[in-house]
Nanobody
Framework: QFVESGGGVVQPGGSLRLSCTASEISFGNHDMLWVRQPPGQGPEWVSGISAHGDTHYAESVKGRFTIIRDNARSTLELQMHDLRSDDTALYFC???????????????????RGQGTQVTVSS
């Protein structure tokens, strides 16, 4: 089970820090994702981190978002800076079930996910 927190309303250019707490004891053995679902659209992965700390970012958030994990505390964090209106979405953490990395393109799939936390970027 995953529980997210930290969402809210922020002005463009602002920052937020999202947290995800996992209750499963095998958290440290799994690659993890942050996924977002904008209003009226399908989910899209935002950032991923392997069990060993290798990170991946969608092009739209590179340089603005940072993913961090703490295996000892079973937590996943997403630090978001320079937020834009198109970052508005429901953000949730998810466990990677399968991933590939071919031609420099990371393609993850996930199985278990949390309920999410809403991020709204608006002036």
């Amino acid at each position: 089970q995953f529980v997210e927190s930290g969402g809210g309303v922020v002005q463009p250019g602002g920052s937020l820090r999202l947290s995800c707490t996992a209750s499963e004891i095998s958290f440290g053995n799994h690659d993890m994702l942050w996924v977002r679902q904008p209003p009226g659209q399908g989910p899209e992965w935002v950032s991923g981190i392997s069990a060993h700390g290798d990170t991946h970012y969608a092009e739209s958030v590179k340089g603005r978002f940072t993913i961090i994990r703490d295996n000892a505390r079973s937590t996943l964090e997403l630090q978001m800076h320079d937020l834009r209106s198109d970052d508005t979405a429901l953000y949730f953490c998810a466990r990677v079930s399968f991933s590939s990395y071919l031609g420099g393109v990371y393609r993850p799939s996930y199985d278990f996910r949390g309920q999410g936390t809403q991020v709204t970027v608006s002036s």
